[in-house]
C-alpha cells in the first residue's frame, strides 16, 4: 500500500507541475541528415576526404563534422530542425562558407546537391571537428576524469583506471573507496551491471582500459539519486561511437602481467544507431606469497599459536559485451536497448605449511593443506528505455525498464596432511532484478526547473551452499553433506519517489534542493537440514532523504559550493547469509541476517578556481555515520578440529564522525609539460557502542589518506610521455589495520596516421619485483597478523587503431541502481567469501 502511495504522489506531482506551468514553443530532437558532393569547381573532379563542418547560421563553432568519400559524397546526421552553414576546407584548396542549410521538422533532411569548391595555391590546415577535453573537468556535481586522455592506462582495465581518479582508492583485492569509504556505488554507464552486485572487483578487472572514455565522481549526489552508497557514486563511461555509415576501433595489448584486448563496431544511418563492443583481458598465471600467524588466548585454560607459509597460483581471464541500438520515430519520440553480457572467473591453487603450538601444553604439530579454487561469473543486463520529448525545450518524459541476470560460482576443495578433515563446498548464487523508473523534467523558466520521478525495484536472489564430507576409506572421495549444506532465498523490494528543484538566480547563484522517500521491504530464509534454529526473518524500513546545493560563482575563473546530502548503505547479501564459509578453517565468516543500513549525512564545502590552464579544486567536509557495519572477529573453538581460530561476523558497531579534505591541482610549469596532483586526508575515530566496546583495541583518532601524482610531456608531434605515482595509508577497523598500497608507473605512446593509430610501452614497478600488504587484527583473546606478496612488475606493448570519422555520446540508459554495500566486493554466492579475492 504504501508502494502505490509514493508512485501516486509522484505522477500527481507531473500533473500539478504541468497544469501549474503550462509548456509551449520550440525545441526538438535529432531527426535528420544534410548531403551532398564535393567537386573541383575547375576540373568537375569528386574532393575526396575533404572536411565538412557544420555550424549554427549565427555559430563560431563546429556542432559536427564528417570526412567526404572517395566520391566526395558527404552526409551528417543527427541534425535538428534549424538554420545552418557549411564549412569546407581541403588541403590545397580555399576554406568556403555555405549558408541556407534549413532543416524543419516536416522536413529534416538537406540535400545541398553539387558545391563546387576553388583551389588554391596555399594549403589550409585541416578543420579540426572535435573539441580535446582536459583529463581531469571540475562540474556542479561531479568530477570527470577522461581516462581515454591517459596513454598509461592503455592496456591495463578498470582497477587500473580507478587508482588515478581523484579522491579515489582501490586496495590490493580491488575493493574500491571513495574518500577512504568502502560504501561506494560503482556504476557502467549510469546503472549497475549483474555481476558487479557480486563481485565488483573481479568484473572491474575484466573491463579493458581502452573501453573507458571517463569517470564520473559525484560526492554529494541530489535526491534525483538512489539514497544508497554513503561514500557516493562512481560512473565509469564506456566508448559509445556514433557517425554516419560506419566506424569502428580496435586496442589491445601485451604484457609480462596481463593482456587485454578490445573491438568497437559501430553504425550510424539518419534516425538508427547501433553500437557493438566486446572486449577481453586475461592474466597470465601468477604466484604470489603468503604468511599467517595468530595467538588464540580466549581463556586461562586454552592458548595456541599458528604459523603459516605458502605460495597461491592464480589465473584470471574475463570477456564483456555490449550491443546498444537507438531509433528516433520523429521529433519527439525515441526508443533505446541495450544489452550488456559479461564473463568471467579464476582459479587458483594454494599451497601451505603450518605449525601449531599449545602453549599450555608445551608441544607443537606440523601440516600442510592444498587449497584448489574455482571461481566464475557471469550474466546480462538488458534495458528497453522510452523518451518522449514535449514542445517545451527541455521538457521531457523517460520511461525505462530493466532485467539483471547474474550467476555466481565459488567452489573450493581443502586437502590436509593432519589436523583437519578435508572439506570440499560447492557455493553458487543466483541474481535476478527487474527495475521500473519513470522521469520527468519541466524547465518551468530561466530560473526554475523540476525533475522529479519515481522507482520500484524487485530483487531476487538465491544463495546455494553444496557441502562434501571426504571418505572414510579414501579421503579424496567425497560424498553430499546435507546436514552441513544450505539455501538462502532474498527477496528485497525498493519503492522510490523523489522532486529535485534547479534555482539559477541573478549575481552567480544557484540552488540544487530536492527530497526522496525509499521504502524497503526485505524477507530471507536460510534453511538447511543440520540446523534447526535457522528462521525466515521480514525487515521493513523507511528513509527520508533531503540533499541542498548551493553554488555562487564569484568570477568566470572561481566557484564555490555548500551542499548536504543523506546516504543510505543496505546490507548486501554477504553481510545477511547466515552460512559458515570455511574456506579457512582458522579464520571462518558468518552473514548476519539482523544487521540494519548504514545512514551517513554529509556537509562540503568546496572552492574551484582556473588560473589560465591551472586548476585548484580544494574541498572540506565533514561526515556523520550511524549504524557503521564493519566485520567483528572473536575467538572460537573449531568443532571438527578441536583447534581455536577465529569467527568473523558483520555487526552495527556504533558510529563515526569524521573531518576531511581533499585538493586536487593542475598546472602546466613550462611548455607541453603538465603536472596533476590530488590528496585526500580524513579522520577515523569510531564510537562503538554495547558489546563492541570490548572489540576495540584501536583507541586513537586516526588520519588515513590517498594520493595521485602525474607528470606528462606532450610533445604536439604524437609523441607523449607519461609517469605517474599513487598511494594510500592503511585503512583502520576497531580492531587493526588493513593493507596500505602504492604504485609506480610511466608510459610512452607515438601517434600516426593523423593519429588514427598508435603504439606504446607501459611499465609498473620497475624497481621491484613484488609489493608487499601486512594486515593486522587484534581484540581480546587473539591477535591475528598476515602478509601478502603479490608480483606487480609489469612491461607491455599497447596497440590502437581506429577507422572512420568518429565523435564520442554518452549511454542513453537511464536506470542506475546505485544499490547494496558490497562488502569486499568480490565473488559472493551463499557462502558471501572470495576464496582468493585478494589477487589482481
Known amino acids: 500500500m504504501k508502494q502505490l502511495l509514493i508512485l501516486i504522489l509522484i505522477l500527481g506531482s507531473f500533473v500539478t507541475a504541468r497544469a501549474q506551468y503550462p509548456g509551449g514553443g520550440g525545441g526538438s530532437t535529432t531527426v535528420g541528415k544534410v548531403s551532398g558532393v564535393l567537386v573541383d569547381s575547375v576540373t568537375k573532379q569528386p574532393l575526396m576526404y575533404a572536411s565538412v563542418a557544420l555550424f549554427r ?6 556542432i559536427n563534422g564528417v570526412l567526404t568519400d572517395d566520391k566526395g559524397s558527404f552526409k551528417i546526421d543527427g541534425v535538428k530542425p534549424g538554420e545552418y552553414k557549411l564549412r569546407i576546407t581541403y588541403v590545397g584548396y580555399r576554406e568556403k562558407f555555405v549558408g541556407g542549410v534549413t532543416t524543419t521538422d516536416s522536413k529534416p533532411d538537406k540535400n545541398m546537391g553539387q558545391i563546387f569548391v576553388r583551389s588554391s595555391a596555399k594549403n589550409l590546415n585541416e578543420v579540426s571537428i572535435t573539441a580535446a577535453a582536459p583529463l581531469i573537468e571540475n562540474k556542479i556535481d561531479k568530477i570527470v576524469y577522461n581516462a581515454e586522455k591517459d596513454l598509461t592506462s592503455t592496456g591495463g582495465n578498470a582497477t587500473d583506471v580507478l587508482q588515478k581518479v581523484p579522491l579515489v582508492a582501490v586496495d590490493i583485492n580491488g575493493n574500491v573507496s571513495l574518500r577512504g569509504d568502502q560504501n561506494v556505488r560503482v556504476l557502467i554507464n549510469g546503472k549497475p551491471s549483474g555481476a ?14 581502452d573501453q573507458i572514455k571517463s569517470i564520473e565522481v559525484i560526492t554529494s549526489p541530489s535526491a534525483k539519486y538512489d539514497a544508497e552508497g554513503s561514500a557516493g557514486i562512481i560512473n565509469i563511461i564506456t566508448k559509445q561511437k556514433n557517425m554516419s555509415g560506419l566506424s569502428g576501433s580496435f586496442s589491445g595489448g601485451i604484457g609480462t602481467r596481463q593482456n587485454n584486448g578490445n573491438f568497437n563496431l559501430n553504425y550510424n544511418k539518419n534516425r538508427f544507431s547501433l553500437s557493438m563492443n566486446i ?8 604466484t604470489s606469497l603468503t604468511t599467517f600467524d595468530n595467538d588464540i588466548h580466549p581463556n586461562d585454560t586454552v592458548h595456541t599459536g599458528t604459523h603459516s607459509a605458502g605460495t597461491n597460483y592464480v589465473k584470471r581471464y574475463g570477456v564483456i559485451g555490449n550491443i546498444s541500438s537507438n531509433y528516433d520515430f520523429n521529433a519527439f519520440n525515441s526508443l533505446h536497448t541495450n544489452i550488456r553480457l559479461n564473463q568471467g572467473g579464476f582459479n587458483t591453487n594454494a599451497n601451505t605449511l603450518s605449525t601449531s603450538t599449545n602453549f599450555i601444553a608445551d608441544t607443537s604439530s606440523a601440516y600442510s593443506s592444498n587449497s584448489l579454487g574455482h571461481n566464475s561469473f557471469g550474466g546480462f543486463d538488458w534495458n528497453l528505455d522510452y523518451t518522449h520529448k514535449f514542445k517545451t525545450e527541455g521538457e521531457e518524459l523517460d520511461i525505462s525498464t530493466q532485467w539483471t541476470h547474474s550467476k555466481t560460482v565459488q567452489d573450493f576443495t581443502n586437502y590436509y596432511t593432519a589436523q583437519f578433515p578435508n572439506i570440499k563446498d560447492n557455493i553458487d548464487g543466483l541474481n535476478n532484478e527487474y527495475t521500473l523508473q519513470v522521469d520527468y523534467t519541466l524547465p518551468i523558466n530561466k530560473v526554475w526547473k523540476l525533475e522529479a520521478g519515481g522507482k520500484d525495484i524487485i530483487r531476487r536472489l538465491v544463495g546455494n551452499s553444496d557441502v562434501f564430507d571426504p571418505g572414510v576409506d579414501d579421503n579424496t572421495v567425497f560424498t553430499f553433506d546435507p546436514f552441513n549444506s544450505s539455501q538462502y532465498n532474498y527477496h528485497q523490494n525498493v519503492t522510490a519517489g523523489y522532486m529535485v528543484w534547479t534555482i539559477t538566480l541573478p549575481k552567480g547563484w544557484s540552488i540544487l534542493a530536492g527530497a526522496r522517500d525509499e521504502y524497503t521491504s526485505i524477507h530471507g530464509a536460510p534453511t538447511s537440514a543440520g540446523e534447526d534454529d535457522l528462521q525466515p526473518f521480514d525487515n521493513d524500513y523507511n528513509t527520508f532523504i533531503p540533499s541542498l546545493t548551493i553554488q555562487k560563482k564569484l568570477s568566470a575563473t572561481q566557484t564555490i559550493k555548500l551542499a548536504y546530502s543523506k546516504r543510505i548503505t543496505r546490507p548486501s547479501l554477504t553481510f545477511l547469509n547466515p552460512y559458515v564459509n570455511k574456506t579457512n578453517v582458522l579464520a571462518q565468516t558468518e552473514g548476519n541476517p539482523a544487521l540494519s543500513p548504514e545512514v551517513s549525512q554529509t556537509i562540503e564545502f568546496d572552492y574551484i578556481t582556473f588560473i589560465k590552464s591551472s586548476v585548484l579544486n580544494t574541498s572540506i567536509y565533514y561526515k556523520h555515520t550511524a549504524g557503521l557495519i564493519e566485520s567483528i572477529a572473536q575467538p572460537f573453538i573449531d568443532s571438527a578440529s578441536h583447534l581455536p581460530g577465529t569467527l568473523t561476523t558483520f555487526q552495527n558497531i556504533g558510529a563515526n564522525n569524521s573531518f576531511g579534505g581533499s585538493l586536487f591541482g593542475s598546472v602546466s610549469p613550462i611548455k607541453n609539460v603538465t603536472v596533476r596532483a590530488n590528496i585526500n586526508a580524513y579522520t577515523y575515530k569510531p564510537d562503538p557502542t554495547g558489546l563492541f566496546v ?17 607528470a606528462e610531456l606532450d610533445l604536439k608531434s604524437g609523441f607523449i610521455a607519461s609517469v605517474f605515482t599513487f598511494g594510500s595509508s ?12 602504492s604504485i609506480l608507473g610511466a608510459g610512452v605512446r607515438q601517434q600516426f596516421m593523423k593519429k588514427k593509430a598508435s603504439i606504446g610501452i607501459n611499465v609498473l614497478e620497475p624497481f621491484s619485483k613484488y609489493k608487499n600488504f601486512n594486515s593486522n587484527l587484534s581484540s581480546p583473546g587473539f591477535t591475528q597478523t598476515s602478509t601478502f606478496q603479490f608480483p606487480f612488475r609489469s612491461v607491455g606493448l599497447t ?4 577507422f572512420g570519422k568518429t565523435t564520442f555520446s554518452a549511454d542513453k540508459t537511464k536506470i542506475n541502481n546505485d544499490d547494496t554495500k558490497q562488502g569486499d566486493q568480490g565473488v559472493g554466492g551463499a557462502g558471501g567469501g572470495t576464496g582468493g579475492g585478494g589477487n589482481r
Open 196 to 209: 558487479t552486485s557480486a563481485s565488483l572487483s573481479d568484473v572491474l578487472k575484466t573491463i579493458p582500459a
Open 799 to 802: 596497440l590502437q587503431y581506429s
Open 57 to 62: 547560421a549565427t555559430g563560431s563553432s563546429p
Open 279 to 286: 572486449g577481453g583481458n586475461y592474466t597470465w598465471p601468477q
Open 694 to 710: 570490548s572489540d576495540k583495541t584501536q583507541d586513537g583518532t586516526y588520519i588515513q589518506y590517498n594520493g595521485f601524482a602525474m
Open 730 to 741: 592503511p585503512r583502520h577497523t576497531i580492531q587493526g589495520t588493513n593493507p596500505s598500497f
